[in-house]
């Protein structure tokens, strides 16, 4: 079993900043790739970023590109999601997800991770 834990949500007002960071937990081995994907109210799940295992392989939606940067400490078992110049569109539950059972290096399609947080919300006033 493979635990990731969110944090780092809240309020903030438009063009402020938040990081969020996920910590994984169980058993966790071997090369596999982590992203953070966000569901808005009335919205499908969609992929945000993702980062490969050596963090040299890096993607992002196009509509975060330029303002938010993911980055992963191995070490700590954490990755990050820091996001700046927010606004009211980013406003969503924020996931974080591993591919560990049948990795690739970057998936940025939400069928192709295993395991997955319990979800931060972000909340973005105007």
Known sequence: QVQLVES???LVQ???????SCAASGRTFGTYAMGWFRQA???EREFVAGISWSGGT???ADSVKGRFTISRDNA??????????????D???YYC???IDYPRVVPTSEWEYDYWGQGT???VSS
């Open 8 to 10: 780092g949500g809240g």
């Open 41 to 43: 109210p009335g919205k």
């Open 91 to 93: 406003t969503a539950v």
């Open 14 to 20: 438009a063009g402020g900043s938040l990081r969020l």
């Open 121 to 123: 919300q972000v909340t």
């Open 58 to 60: 890096i993607y992002y």
């Open 76 to 89: 700590k078992n954490t990755v990050y999601l820091q996001m700046n110049s927010l606004n009211a569109e």
């Open 97 to 99: 997800a591993a591919d």
